[in-house]
């Protein structure tokens, strides 16, 4: 075989890994808009016996090497002030998911006062 296709070959083999990334080698796969590189799905809201406004459900991952997310929630009152947050930390695996629940303490003093919640991905590492 002549030694150019055969080199052609090889990069094209090697161009195709990159692109697909297993994690194993170091190569990170980018998230596009369409993609992110993790995201919250089945959530539900509640509060604990002793009180608490949580919410909990499943981190997804989107890339091919092991990620760490950081899950926010905060609690608002009617006209938009603050009452309180939360905030869950979780490892994934590659294209895995975790469970999370993410618990604002204290907020059973103003549980009747929110109005609405923000629960989100603030950081992945």
């Known amino acids: ?14 161009a195709a890994s990159a692109c697909t990334g297993n ?18 799905i089945n959530r539900q809201a509640g509060t604990k016996s002793f009180g608490d406004y949580y919410i909990s459900g499943i981190v997804k991952s989107n890339v091919g090497y092991p990620i760490t997310v950081w ?37 059973e003093n103003y549980i009747r006062e929110i109005n609405s919640v923000k629960c989100y991905i603030d950081r992945v590492y």
Do not use: C, H, W
């Not at 994690?23 to 995201?39: L, Q, Y």
């Not at 609690?75 to 618990?103: H, M, W």
């Open 71 to 107: 899950i926010s929630v905060n609690l608002y009152d009617r006209s938009g002030v603050k009452l309180g947050d939360g905030y869950d930390i979780e490892k994934v695996d590659p294209y895995g998911q975790t469970k999370f629940e993410a618990v604002v303490l204290n907020s």
């Open 23 to 40: 994690g194993s080698g170091g190569i990170k796969v980018p998230a596009t808009p369409e993609r992110p590189v993790a995201e919250l």
């Open 1 to 14: 075989m002549d030694s150019k296709i055969l080199f052609l070959i090889i990069m094209g083999m090697i």
